[in-house]
T-cell receptor, first 111, second 114 residues
Framework: NAGVTQTPKFQVLKTGQSMTLQCAQDMNHEYMSWYRQDPGMGLRLIHYSVGAGITDQGEVPNGYNVSRSTTEDFPLRLLSAAPSQTSVYFC??????????FGEGSRLTVL | GENVEQHPSTLSVQEGDSAVIKCTYS??????FPWYKQELGKRPQLIIDIRSNVGEKKDQRIAVTLNKTAKHFSLHITETQPEDSAVYFCAASTHGGSQGNLIFGKGTKLSVKP
């Protein structure tokens, strides 16, 4: 199993550009989520999904959209990037109430 | 919603000493408390977790204690080694059950000096 796969690993955007961070898992996990990690701020939940067709907001959802058309994929969309969205983004998934498995992360810089 | 406070933000110990990291949470409904270790440039990985029906759990040099009345839990690392150097995050599950979200503390950077 590949686990949780994120692409791209690195991305540089200009303010106002849009992009999608991809996340895929091959563990048949129902729950998937996106976190952002900033220095001194820990991991903050952006959006999450408890199954295909179901998404909800986390702690810091503004400026981000998500969708969950399949169990495997959970893309994160930035519609109009802002410098405040410069961060490292982690996708994570789990089955039931147990361990949360993280992807390797995507480092995004918005100029 | 849930709020998780973690202290200290940095911790430096000598190799062989013990390290303790403490967390408090606000939502009394939380019932799952994991600890993650993140090495530089890597993804967070689970090192130990505890559920609310247990007061203490050990795994070799690592232990976690939970006080539900006081709403705090702690990570204890004994006989620290240089490879224990990393950032450690505590977390609490907001709703419990299969749909609970994990809310993380801000992390503790542990440095173990040889």
């Amino acid at each position: 199993n590949a686990g949780v796969t994120q692409t791209p690993k690195f991305q540089v955007l200009k303010t106002g550009q849009s992009m999608t961070l991809q996340c895929a898992q091959d563990m048949n996990h129902e729950y998937m989520s996106w976190y952002r990690q900033d220095p001194g701020m820990g991991l903050r939940l952006i959006h999450y999904s408890v199954g295909a067709g179901i998404t909800d907001q986390g702690e810091v959802p503004n400026g981000y959209n998500v969708s969950r058309s399949t169990t495997e994929d959970f893309p994160l969309r930035l519609l109009s990037a802002a410098p405040s969205q410069t961060s490292v983004y982690f996708c994570a998934s789990r089955r039931g109430p147990g361990e949360l498995f993280f992807g390797e992360g995507s480092r995004l810089t918005v100029l | 919603g849930e709020n998780v406070e973690q202290h200290p933000s940095t911790l430096s110990v000598q190799e062989g000493d013990s390290a303790v990291i403490k967390c408090t949470y606000s939502d009394s409904a939380s019932n799952y408390f994991p600890w993650y270790k993140q090495e530089l440039g890597k993804r967070p990985q689970l090192i130990i977790d505890i559920r609310s029906n247990v007061g203490e759990k050990k795994d070799q040099r690592i232990a976690v204690t939970l006080n539900k009345t006081a709403k705090h839990f702690s990570l204890h690392i004994t006989e620290t080694q240089p490879e224990d150097s990393a950032v450690y995050f505590c977390a609490a599950s907001t709703h419990g059950g299969s749909q609970g979200n994990l809310i993380f503390g801000k992390g503790t950077k542990l440095s173990v000096k040889p």
